[in-house]
């Protein structure tokens, strides 16, 4: 007598998830938290992935920063509402900075968005896609830029009264990670392959205030440069006004520390630093950059500026332009002031305009590519370590210890006739240079 067969009911498939990132490397790390997250939720998760898919839920992990970054995040989450409304994908839920800034705003306007979720919602936001926030997993991500080096978040938020920056708005006040913490999330990045930590926060130099009651960030630099299979460790956006000098120890000391430091200073003039309320004058940041090349005479120093803040006169930014002439920065960024609600300096009048913005930007990077090409001059001939990032068309591109990912120089090889692998690094001979480019050859 045949027995009935049990019908087994379907497993029913969690919906794939989508993790879109714009702005900065804060966001990337923090997509990649969430990503590590979900898988160890058993969630299928891709990032950025062209492959949509009807069933995809879209985390769309936005920038609120200034206008640019702004419009790009709200053309991005109308992009995949529409799409939402057409059927082609079954959820949409914003996170980051903008939804953190905005969130009445944005439900009012784009209100088909399932859900919006600030810079700190991480746990409702895993519920809400129907999955566990896991303490176990602290340290644990899924790197979306390739897997010898990282972005490395060893602070969040902000403590700083800078006039002009919304970041406290978004990502609140400063919190150090511990060192323990840290030292965990490094030894799991190394043994995936990580190579290369690029340590970020609002503020680095803030780093250990709140929870060790002193700046400690030298202390955790020895800790990191401690674990095995870190080559680099690399220090980005340092504040100038009590800024530790025991870090340019630990740079001497160890090295696997790159002597390397992005320190944003912003402006020059007197009253330009004291209206951005940025603690320091302009002898102070001419005596402390002196002082860090003086205790760290191979350091490359990166910097940004911003032009057309609320009363810069012609004066200011001539002023700034000579100074930059003289400091001779290896690396340097400059935008135009972004007049932002509820900071300081939106009670000041915006009153340089547009045009004379970008006009000033141009001037001081046109300064600065003369000061990239002459320095980049000076190391053809000679040899230097460098990185292997990827594969592009003919070419090898690699980077040195001077130089961080995607904002500073590049090494390139040629491909048709040396061969270096992605993620290796390699001794190479500079041939040529040109203004933000080096040539060169591998050593064998």
Known sequence: MRTKEKKVAPLLRKPRVNVVTLGCSKNIHDSEVLMGQLKGNRIDVVHESSNIQADDIVVINTCGFIDNAKQESIDTILQFSELKEQGKVNKVIVTGCLSERYKPELQAEISNVDAYFGTNDLPDLLSSIGADYRHELVGERLLTTPSHFSYFKIAEGCNRPCSFCAIPLMRGKHVSKSIEDLVKEAKFLASNGTKELILIAQDLTYYGLDIYGKRNLSDLMRHLSDVEGIDWIRMQYAYPSGFPMDILDVMNERSNICNYLDMPLQHITDNMLKSMRRGIDKQKTIDLVNKIRDKVPDIALRTTLICGYPGETEADFDEMARWVEDSRFDRLGCFTYSHEEKTHAHTLVDDVPEEVKEYRVEQIMEIQQGISYDKNQE???????????????????????????????????????????VGDFVQVHIDRAEDFDLYGTIVR
């Open 379 to 421: 190391k053809v001939g000679q040899e230097y370590r460098v990185l292997i990032d990827k594969k592009d068309g003919d070419y090898f591109v690699g980077r040195t210890e001077y130089d961080s990912p995607e904002v500073d120089n590049e090494v390139l090889i040629n491909a048709t006739t040396e061969y270096a692998r």
